[in-house]
């Protein structure tokens, strides 16, 4: 992409890498291996791609998503996840007779993200470190709303933050005679560390499978989610595989074709590693 337009990395690679692998191994028959089980998730950016999956009919024993960035990276640990909605009712009259009577909601928003930590921002965190992110803010005087994401890998720490956001809104309604704020929060997937680690002999094997490909495994926690964290809560264990992508969610997202094909080779290396269902 030359940064006017979406490239669609994210995550139509994975799609592409997944179909593609399949028709290999249609071709090319001599490859021994299991039963494959593909499936397709709609708009897993909202955490909710994967609600109406129906996990028992799948009938697989364990999956893996094909949404990750660059090439090596395997994932089995991801974000604890929450959208709050915080909104100002505010006081619109005529500003020419507005002293002491007018409560400007957009000014009176900006106490909230003022007093929220900066340095816990999603542009000063890495690795294991969590954030607030605001996302959008919109309103008049009258109404104004503020829609936050809040992210944490740790699950004390995510309630932590929840409720810290909370008694933020609560101490500032303390100040009006009204209620002025009011928020809304509602958690949107959790880390599917503990859902993966009593089954990691499925790590295991995609690492096994990008070992003998030549290639470095770079196992680390997912800033982010994947669907694969709400299939684990359903009941199939779902790490995640590289799709090759780099700078998802923005018009310089990129992706190079000889990670797709990496991506493929380590599809259908796993199917071979699991060819023997009494192994694994």
Known sequence: TDGTTLLGADDKAGITEIISAMEYLINNPELKHGTIKVGFTPDEEIGQGADYFDVKKFGADFAYTLDGGEIGELEFENFNAAGAKVIIHGRSVHPGAAKNKMINALLVAHKIVAMLPPTQRPEHTE??????????????????????????????????????????????NKKFNDRIYE??????????????????????????????????????????????????????????????????????????????????????????????????
């Open 127 to 172: 690795k294991y470190e969590g954030f607030y992110h605001l996302t959008s803010i919109k309103g008049l005087v009258e109404e104004t709303e503020l829609q936050y994401i809040i992210r944490d890998h740790d699950f004390n720490k995510f309630q932590e933050r929840k409720n810290f956001l909370t008694k933020l809104v609560e101490f500032e």
């Open 183 to 280: 928020i809304k929060i509602k958690d949107q997937y959790y880390n599917m560390k503990e859902k993966i680690e009593p089954h990691m002999h499925i790590v295991d094997i995609a690492e096994k499978a990008m070992i003998s490909l030549g290639i470095k495994p770079i196992i680390k926690p997912i800033r982010g989610g994947t669907d694969g964290s709400q299939l684990s809560y359903m009941g199939l264990p779902c790490p995640n595989i590289f799709a090759g992508g780099h700078n998802f969610h923005g018009k310089y997202e990129y992706l190079p074709v000889n990670s797709m094909i990496s991506a493929i080779k380590v599809i259908c290396k796993v199917c071979e590693i699991t060819a023997s269902k009494n192994k694994y």
